[in-house]
């Protein structure tokens, strides 16, 4: 089997290091890295008057470039020193990843460094099984975890004073997951979040034909999502009469994302109608439901024929 290479990015106070910890006992893995260690390592070798934004802390790095006018927002600032700064630390991650690819070793690294776009993960795609999520938080519940861990660290003071810069990190990272096509995950309670990443990594899938009606999508969403954490991909709606599937591609593993559709469909008549019309041309919906274990899968599978959504010829 190829070894697992595993990266969990996130802003700070989001719980990236707990979740990380938890997901290497689940899987057994020995080598759990932090980018804050590799950071250390790299200010050793490079000096701070060659490069003062990596002897900065991620979210004040922005204070060290030059020129900070040509910026047209604060966002834009701190974003701009936030890149800098993992600049630095990136291409020896990359040393990292190919050291434990090379020793056949498993490995997970996790950290506000870890960027989506700025990290070459392809060439690793062949020998490792390369897994990347970025963990997000609402800002409320990102401000209450930020300030717990200030507090637990003994930085309570200074690093309390830059949660604004953290959020936009946080957003940023956010929008650069989704260019570069990178699993974010909701990360509301650790043990949900290790049960999403697994699913994710495991990838024990089925495809299922599905035929809930569209007011009874919300109940196929709590039983996958909310109650097993599970995940809803790509649909397809065979149609009679023509030889394709219309398929409509999707990858949903948290609850407020579906509510978020489903408030769409309600508040648009229009939208709504033109789904149940689609349902009605189609017998069953072809659904790919994938759990953290097969075992989970067959619960789900059993309670959407509990409930009558599963579709028998």
């Known amino acids: 089997m190829k070894p697992y290479v595993i990266l969990i990015g996130s802003a700070s106070g989001i719980g990236k290091s707990t979740v990380a910890s938890e997901l290497a006992k689940s899987l057994n893995i020995k080598h759990l890295i932090e980018s804050d260690f590799i950071r250390e390592v790299v200010r050793g070798i490079i000096g701070d008057d060659y490069a003062p934004a990596l002897h900065s802390s991620s979210y004040t790095a922005y204070k060290t470039l030059r020129n900070q006018n040509r910026y047209?927002?604060?966002?834009?600032?701190?974003?701009?020193?936030?890149?800098?700064?993992?600049s630095f630390v990136l291409p020896a991650v990359e040393k990292v990843i190919e050291r434990a690819v090379k020793d056949h070793d498993d490995?997970?690294?996790?950290?506000?460094?870890?960027?989506?776009?700025?990290?070459?993960?392809?060439?690793?795609?062949?020998?490792?099984?390369?897994?990347?999520?970025?963990?997000?938080?609402?800002?409320?519940?990102?401000?209450?975890?930020f300030v717990k861990r200030a507090t637990e660290i003994g930085r309570g003071g200074k690093q309390l004073d830059y949660f604004m810069e953290n959020r936009i990190i946080h957003n940023y990272l956010m929008s650069q997951a989704q260019k570069n096509d990178i699993k974010v995950i909701q990360s509301d309670n650790i043990d949900g979040t290790v049960k999403k990443i697994l699913s994710d990594i495991n990838e024990s899938c089925e495809c299922l034909k599905l035929k809930n009606t569209v007011d009874e999508l919300y109940d196929v969403a709590d039983i996958v999502i909310r109650k097993y954490n599970g995940t809803?991909?790509?649909?397809?709606?065979?149609?009679?009469?023509?030889?394709?599937?219309?398929?409509?591609?999707?990858?949903?593993?948290?609850?407020?994302?579906?509510?978020?559709?489903?408030?769409?469909l309600n508040n648009y008549d229009e939208r709504k109608?033109?789904?149940?019309?689609?349902?009605?041309?189609?017998?069953?919906?072809?659904?790919?439901?994938?759990?953290?274990?097969?075992?989970?899968?067959e619960d789900i599978k059993n309670e959407l024929d509990k409930k009558g959504f599963l579709y028998k010829e």
């Open 72 to 86: 047209e927002s604060e966002e834009e600032l701190i974003s701009a020193g936030f890149v800098e700064h993992s």
């Open 107 to 145: 490995i997970i690294i996790e950290g506000v460094h870890l960027i989506p776009g700025m990290i070459d993960l392809n060439k690793f795609k062949d020998k490792a099984s390369v897994h990347f999520f970025v963990l997000s938080a609402d800002e409320n519940s990102h401000k209450n975890r």
């Open 232 to 264: 809803i991909k790509n649909v397809s709606y065979p149609i009679k009469g023509f030889r394709e599937p219309l398929v409509r591609k999707i990858n949903v593993s948290e609850v407020e994302e579906y509510e978020k559709f489903l408030n769409n």
């Open 273 to 297: 109608k033109n789904l149940e019309n689609l349902y009605h041309l189609s017998e069953y919906r072809q659904t790919t439901i994938c759990a953290i274990n097969k075992e989970t899968l």
